[in-house]
Protein backbone atom coordinates (compact mmCIF):
# COMPACT_ATOMS: atom_id res chain seq x y z
CA UNK A 1 0.00 0.00 0.00
CA UNK A 2 1.68 3.56 -0.76
CA UNK A 3 1.24 6.43 1.55
CA UNK A 4 -1.21 8.10 -0.50
CA UNK A 5 -3.36 5.12 -0.60
CA UNK A 6 -2.72 4.60 3.46
CA UNK A 7 -3.74 8.10 3.80
CA UNK A 8 -6.97 8.08 1.53
CA UNK A 9 -8.37 5.32 3.43
CA UNK A 10 -7.93 6.49 7.22
CA UNK A 11 -9.81 9.37 5.33
CA UNK A 12 -12.84 6.71 4.60
CA UNK A 13 -12.28 5.35 8.60
CA UNK A 14 -13.32 8.17 10.08
CA UNK A 15 -16.16 7.71 8.45
CA UNK A 16 -16.93 11.23 8.83
CA UNK A 17 -19.25 13.55 6.81
CA UNK A 18 -17.65 17.11 6.01
CA UNK A 19 -19.13 20.68 5.46
CA UNK A 20 -19.34 22.25 1.96
CA UNK A 21 -15.86 23.95 0.96
CA UNK A 22 -13.28 23.84 -2.09
CA UNK A 23 -11.30 21.49 -0.20
CA UNK A 24 -14.18 19.01 0.59
CA UNK A 25 -15.61 18.95 -2.66
CA UNK A 26 -12.15 18.63 -4.53
CA UNK A 27 -11.46 15.44 -1.57
CA UNK A 28 -15.15 14.21 -2.98
CA UNK A 29 -14.23 14.04 -6.84
CA UNK A 30 -11.12 12.69 -5.53
CA UNK A 31 -12.43 9.96 -3.81
CA UNK A 32 -10.55 10.79 -0.60
CA UNK A 33 -13.47 11.84 1.78
CA UNK A 34 -17.19 9.26 1.69
CA UNK A 35 -19.62 12.41 2.84
CA UNK A 36 -20.53 15.79 2.44
CA UNK A 37 -23.49 17.19 4.33
CA UNK A 38 -25.05 20.15 4.12
CA UNK A 39 -26.81 20.79 7.06
CA UNK A 40 -30.60 22.57 6.99
CA UNK A 41 -30.14 23.66 2.85
CA UNK A 42 -33.97 24.09 3.05
CA UNK A 43 -36.41 24.68 5.85
CA UNK A 44 -39.11 21.70 6.70
CA UNK A 45 -41.26 24.12 5.23
CA UNK A 46 -39.85 24.84 1.95
CA UNK A 47 -39.61 20.47 1.30
CA UNK A 48 -42.89 20.54 2.27
CA UNK A 49 -44.39 23.18 -0.17
CA UNK A 50 -42.20 20.89 -3.06
CA UNK A 51 -43.61 17.68 -2.23
CA UNK A 52 -47.16 18.83 -2.07
CA UNK A 53 -46.60 20.33 -5.20
CA UNK A 54 -45.19 17.65 -7.03
CA UNK A 55 -48.18 15.37 -5.43
CA UNK A 56 -50.10 17.12 -7.23
CA UNK A 57 -48.39 15.51 -10.99
CA UNK A 58 -47.65 12.47 -11.98
CA UNK A 59 -44.49 10.42 -10.67
CA UNK A 60 -43.63 8.03 -13.57
CA UNK A 61 -41.75 5.04 -12.80
CA UNK A 62 -38.00 4.25 -14.12
CA UNK A 63 -37.95 2.05 -17.13
CA UNK A 64 -36.09 -1.07 -16.77
CA UNK A 65 -35.49 -0.72 -12.81
CA UNK A 66 -36.21 -3.09 -9.64
CA UNK A 67 -37.45 -2.78 -6.96
CA UNK A 68 -39.42 0.45 -8.95
CA UNK A 69 -37.93 4.07 -8.58
CA UNK A 70 -40.37 6.92 -9.50
CA UNK A 71 -39.54 10.16 -11.14
CA UNK A 72 -40.55 13.49 -11.76
CA UNK A 73 -38.16 14.80 -14.72
CA UNK A 74 -36.32 13.05 -17.36
CA UNK A 75 -32.75 10.83 -17.39
CA UNK A 76 -29.97 10.11 -19.45
CA UNK A 77 -29.71 6.90 -18.14
CA UNK A 78 -33.14 5.92 -19.65
CA UNK A 79 -32.62 7.73 -22.62
CA UNK A 80 -29.04 6.37 -23.68
CA UNK A 81 -31.53 2.82 -24.53
CA UNK A 82 -33.79 5.57 -27.37
CA UNK A 83 -31.86 7.92 -28.40
CA UNK A 84 -29.96 11.15 -27.39
CA UNK A 85 -32.35 13.19 -29.75
CA UNK A 86 -34.79 11.69 -27.82
CA UNK A 87 -34.12 13.15 -24.32
CA UNK A 88 -33.30 16.72 -25.77
CA UNK A 89 -37.01 16.88 -27.52
CA UNK A 90 -38.39 15.93 -23.78
CA UNK A 91 -35.83 18.74 -22.26
CA UNK A 92 -38.20 21.01 -23.13
CA UNK A 93 -41.61 19.46 -21.23
CA UNK A 94 -39.68 17.98 -18.26
CA UNK A 95 -38.81 21.87 -17.56
CA UNK A 96 -41.83 23.46 -18.13
CA UNK A 97 -43.13 20.70 -15.37
CA UNK A 98 -40.21 21.26 -13.25
CA UNK A 99 -40.79 25.36 -13.70
CA UNK A 100 -44.45 24.71 -12.37
CA UNK A 101 -43.45 23.17 -9.00
CA UNK A 102 -40.84 25.46 -8.43
CA UNK A 103 -42.32 28.47 -9.06
CA UNK A 104 -44.76 27.41 -5.97
CA UNK A 105 -42.70 26.13 -3.43
CA UNK A 106 -38.64 27.24 -4.23
CA UNK A 107 -35.21 26.34 -6.46
CA UNK A 108 -33.57 23.97 -4.84
CA UNK A 109 -30.96 23.19 -7.80
CA UNK A 110 -30.88 27.14 -8.25
CA UNK A 111 -29.46 27.37 -4.39
CA UNK A 112 -27.36 24.79 -4.80
CA UNK A 113 -25.65 26.03 -8.14
CA UNK A 114 -24.90 29.00 -6.12
CA UNK A 115 -23.34 27.41 -3.41
CA UNK A 116 -20.88 25.88 -5.24
CA UNK A 117 -19.67 28.32 -7.26
CA UNK A 118 -19.25 30.53 -4.10
CA UNK A 119 -16.71 28.03 -2.67
CA UNK A 120 -15.16 26.90 -5.97
CA UNK A 121 -15.11 29.93 -7.89
CA UNK A 122 -15.83 27.51 -10.48
CA UNK A 123 -17.98 27.80 -13.78
CA UNK A 124 -20.98 25.99 -12.50
CA UNK A 125 -23.53 25.36 -15.15
CA UNK A 126 -26.27 22.85 -16.43
CA UNK A 127 -24.36 20.42 -19.00
CA UNK A 128 -25.33 20.86 -22.65
CA UNK A 129 -24.41 19.10 -25.51
CA UNK A 130 -23.22 20.50 -29.58
CA UNK A 131 -25.90 20.80 -31.43
CA UNK A 132 -28.71 19.72 -29.05
CA UNK A 133 -28.81 22.45 -26.42
CA UNK A 134 -29.34 21.81 -22.60
CA UNK A 135 -30.17 19.18 -20.76
CA UNK A 136 -32.50 18.62 -17.57
CA UNK A 137 -30.96 18.89 -14.17
CA UNK A 138 -33.30 18.52 -11.35
CA UNK A 139 -35.34 14.97 -10.54
CA UNK A 140 -37.73 15.04 -7.84
CA UNK A 141 -37.50 11.33 -7.27
CA UNK A 142 -38.78 8.43 -4.53
CA UNK A 143 -36.72 5.41 -3.66
CA UNK A 144 -38.97 3.20 -1.13
CA UNK A 145 -38.62 -0.01 -2.10
CA UNK A 146 -34.52 0.58 -2.11
CA UNK A 147 -32.12 -0.11 -4.53
CA UNK A 148 -29.27 -2.78 -5.87
CA UNK A 149 -26.01 -2.39 -5.65
CA UNK A 150 -24.97 0.31 -8.27
CA UNK A 151 -22.81 3.12 -9.94
CA UNK A 152 -23.76 6.21 -11.51
CA UNK A 153 -20.79 7.25 -13.88
CA UNK A 154 -21.59 8.70 -17.06
CA UNK A 155 -17.75 8.25 -18.87
CA UNK A 156 -19.33 4.57 -18.99
CA UNK A 157 -22.73 4.80 -19.36
CA UNK A 158 -22.99 7.82 -21.50
CA UNK A 159 -19.76 7.69 -23.36
CA UNK A 160 -21.21 9.44 -26.31
CA UNK A 161 -22.49 12.44 -24.49
CA UNK A 162 -20.81 15.59 -23.10
CA UNK A 163 -21.48 14.09 -19.53
CA UNK A 164 -19.52 10.76 -20.79
CA UNK A 165 -16.38 13.46 -20.49
CA UNK A 166 -16.32 14.53 -17.09
CA UNK A 167 -13.62 13.51 -14.82
CA UNK A 168 -15.37 12.35 -11.50
CA UNK A 169 -19.02 12.42 -10.72
CA UNK A 170 -21.38 13.22 -7.83
CA UNK A 171 -25.02 12.98 -6.81
CA UNK A 172 -26.78 15.30 -4.30
CA UNK A 173 -29.41 14.65 -2.45
CA UNK A 174 -32.27 17.12 -0.81
CA UNK A 175 -34.21 14.99 1.04
CA UNK A 176 -37.85 16.35 1.00
CA UNK A 177 -40.04 14.18 2.98
CA UNK A 178 -39.10 10.89 5.45
CA UNK A 179 -41.18 8.57 7.16
CA UNK A 180 -39.79 8.57 10.40
CA UNK A 181 -38.95 5.11 10.98
CA UNK A 182 -34.96 5.24 10.29
CA UNK A 183 -35.11 2.84 7.51
CA UNK A 184 -33.98 4.54 3.97
CA UNK A 185 -30.54 4.85 4.38
CA UNK A 186 -28.15 4.93 1.90
CA UNK A 187 -24.98 3.31 1.81
CA UNK A 188 -21.48 3.69 -0.14
CA UNK A 189 -18.29 1.79 -0.28
CA UNK A 190 -15.08 2.77 -0.58
CA UNK A 191 -14.59 1.10 -3.98
CA UNK A 192 -14.68 2.68 -7.36
CA UNK A 193 -16.07 1.02 -10.64
CA UNK A 194 -13.32 -0.27 -12.61
CA UNK A 195 -13.46 -1.68 -16.28
CA UNK A 196 -13.12 -5.21 -15.26
CA UNK A 197 -16.03 -4.69 -12.65
CA UNK A 198 -18.82 -5.12 -15.83
CA UNK A 199 -18.87 -9.21 -15.26
CA UNK A 200 -20.30 -8.27 -12.27
CA UNK A 201 -23.50 -6.42 -13.77
CA UNK A 202 -26.78 -8.05 -12.84
CA UNK A 203 -29.12 -6.14 -14.92
CA UNK A 204 -29.64 -3.07 -16.39
CA UNK A 205 -27.84 -1.44 -13.55
CA UNK A 206 -27.47 -3.85 -10.89
CA UNK A 207 -24.25 -5.46 -9.88
CA UNK A 208 -23.48 -8.58 -7.57
CA UNK A 209 -22.19 -8.21 -3.95
CA UNK A 210 -18.24 -9.96 -4.85
CA UNK A 211 -18.07 -6.33 -6.33
CA UNK A 212 -17.71 -4.90 -3.25
CA UNK A 213 -15.95 -7.66 -1.43
CA UNK A 214 -14.22 -6.31 1.86
CA UNK A 215 -14.77 -2.56 0.97
CA UNK A 216 -14.93 0.20 3.75
CA UNK A 217 -18.21 1.78 4.12
CA UNK A 218 -20.41 4.55 5.08
CA UNK A 219 -23.57 4.50 6.10
CA UNK A 220 -25.91 7.85 6.19
CA UNK A 221 -29.57 8.09 7.95
CA UNK A 222 -30.88 11.58 5.56
CA UNK A 223 -33.10 14.01 7.38
CA UNK A 224 -35.28 16.41 5.71
CA UNK A 225 -33.84 19.65 4.39
CA UNK A 226 -30.23 18.24 4.20
CA UNK A 227 -28.26 17.79 0.89
CA UNK A 228 -26.11 14.99 0.92
CA UNK A 229 -23.52 14.92 -1.71
CA UNK A 230 -21.15 11.37 -2.81
CA UNK A 231 -19.05 10.29 -5.46
CA UNK A 232 -21.49 7.97 -7.35
CA UNK A 233 -18.71 5.95 -9.54
CA UNK A 234 -18.01 4.50 -5.78
CA UNK A 235 -20.77 1.59 -5.37
CA UNK A 236 -23.51 2.06 -2.99
CA UNK A 237 -26.85 0.94 -1.99
CA UNK A 238 -30.66 2.67 -0.93
CA UNK A 239 -32.43 0.38 1.89
CA UNK A 240 -35.50 -0.13 1.32
CA UNK A 241 -38.12 1.54 3.92
CA UNK A 242 -41.83 1.29 4.77
CA UNK A 243 -43.27 5.29 3.89
CA UNK A 244 -42.38 7.79 2.20
CA UNK A 245 -38.82 8.56 0.89
CA UNK A 246 -38.75 11.68 -1.50
CA UNK A 247 -35.46 13.77 -3.32
CA UNK A 248 -34.39 16.43 -5.04
CA UNK A 249 -31.33 15.44 -7.00
CA UNK A 250 -28.85 16.02 -9.47
CA UNK A 251 -25.56 14.58 -11.08
CA UNK A 252 -22.60 16.62 -10.67
CA UNK A 253 -19.75 16.34 -12.58
CA UNK A 254 -16.01 18.16 -13.15
CA UNK A 255 -15.13 18.39 -16.46
CA UNK A 256 -11.39 18.65 -17.29
CA UNK A 257 -11.63 22.06 -18.11
CA UNK A 258 -12.53 22.82 -14.45
CA UNK A 259 -15.96 23.29 -15.10
CA UNK A 260 -18.63 21.87 -12.91
CA UNK A 261 -21.54 20.60 -15.13
CA UNK A 262 -25.06 19.39 -13.73
CA UNK A 263 -28.08 17.38 -15.19
CA UNK A 264 -30.25 14.83 -14.61
O1 LIG B 1 -31.54 8.56 -2.51
C1 LIG B 1 -30.38 8.44 -2.13
O2 LIG B 1 -30.05 8.58 -0.93
C2 LIG B 1 -29.28 8.13 -3.12
C3 LIG B 1 -29.80 7.68 -4.43
C4 LIG B 1 -28.74 7.37 -5.46
O3 LIG B 1 -28.47 6.22 -5.77
C5 LIG B 1 -28.01 8.46 -6.11
O4 LIG B 1 -28.29 9.64 -5.82
O5 LIG B 1 -27.12 8.17 -6.93
FE1 LIG C 1 -27.11 6.14 -7.44
Not at 141 to 156: V, W
Not at 190 to 216: C, E, F, H, M
Not at 231 to 258: K, W, Y
Request: hydrophobic residues 35%; neutral net charge; glycine residues 6%.
Amino acid sequence: MTISNQIKSKVWENKQEYPLSTESLRMLFENRIPLIRLKEFATSQECGMLVDQAQLLNFDCYQDVNPKIERIGITVFEYNRISKAAYFQAVDRANKLKDRIIAASFNPLERLMVQIQQCTGANVRIASEPFHGSYYAGLIRKIEKGTQLHIDYAPLEQSQWEVGTVIAQLSWNLYLKLSPNNHGKTRIYDRQWQPGNNQYKLDSYGYTDTVIAGADTITFQPYVGDVFIFNTRNFHIVEPMDGQRVTFTSAIGLLPNGEIILWS
